[in-house]
């Protein structure tokens, strides 16, 4: 498809609505896939699991139409948002198990073909998954549904790894842990595509940080430390708003020195 001057000059200096993926990007959301396996298992012990799964889906529509409303990217919201994606993509898939009764295995496989309809369908539209060419309301629309889907397939996946497979929490962690540096390896030394290698990854975070939210949350009975999810979840929290604060800091920065060097 051809593709004239104008429009290229166009989508290349539209503002980009996410955030590229740098150091600091992957241990942030690393940070937020381990607090929203924890928010969401203590929001379920303290409150009825039905008024704790509307709750969830509530804040993150709200925080994801936030997300829309804004033209460029924005650390708070962006982030907001993502840690709700975890809140309630972790009881997405708590739901599909706890509720109706669905295997480890076929929530997995299930999420991960969602996942591959959301990629296909993306592709076909858009003709890129790439997150650099997020530039627009659609673009952005089919970047969350792969999000969510990413949220509640890592958490399906987790679970079967340390329940299903009864690997534990720790030795899930280890085994996520070493299957997160294939893509890293992979793209560092033997020249992956960006793209596949990025949301191979971005996949694999949510069940390495779910399963080290679990660890350090649950009893010692279950083969986890035993600090609390509410504790693990307060303490997620606060690193997470330090790391957004960063960025937030980094991003006004950057402004300002392109607003007085224009």
């Known amino acids: 498809m051809t593709v004239m001057p104008g429009r290229t ?9 996410v955030p590229d993926p740098s150091v600091l990007f992957w241990i942030t959301k690393g940070v937020s896939t381990a607090m929203g396996e924890a928010v969401s298992d203590f ?28 033209r460029r990217y924005t650390p708070w919201v962006y982030w907001s948002t993502v840690g709700m994606v975890g809140v309630f993509g972790t009881m997405a898939a708590d739901v599909m198990h ?40 659609r673009r952005e629309a089919f970047y969350w549904a792969a999000v969510v889907a990413t949220f509640a397939m890592g958490t399906a996946l987790g679970d079967l790894a340390a329940v299903g497979f009864g690997l ?26 960006a793209v596949f290698s990025f949301w191979f990854a971005y996949v694999i975070t949510r069940p390495l940080g779910a399963s080290i939210a679990d660890w350090l949350g649950k009893p010692r009975s279950n083969g986890g430390v035993g600090f609390g999810d509410g504790w693990v979840s307060l303490g997620l929290v606060i ?24």
């Open 9 to 17: 000059r166009m989508l290349t200096t539209r503002a980009r609505r």
């Open 43 to 70: 929001s379920i012990r303290v409150l009825p699991p039905v008024a704790a799964v509307l709750a969830g889906f509530v804040l993150f529509a709200l925080v994801l139409c936030l997300q829309f409303s804004r």
């Open 98 to 137: 706890v509720v109706l009764g669905v295997p480890y295995l076929y929530s997995t496989l299930f999420y991960a073909a969602v996942l591959a309809a959301v990629f296909l369908l993306w592709h076909r539209v858009e003709r890129t998954l790439s997150v650099h060419d997020i530039v627009s309301s």
């Open 168 to 193: 534990g929490y720790l030795a899930s962690i280890g085994v996520f842990a070493l299957v997160i540096l294939i893509p890293v390896v992979g793209f560092r030394f033997g020249r992956w595509n």
């Open 239 to 262: 690193v997470m708003a330090a790391l957004v604060a960063v960025m937030a800091v980094r991003t006004w920065r950057r402004g300002l020195v392109s607003a007085l060097e224009t």
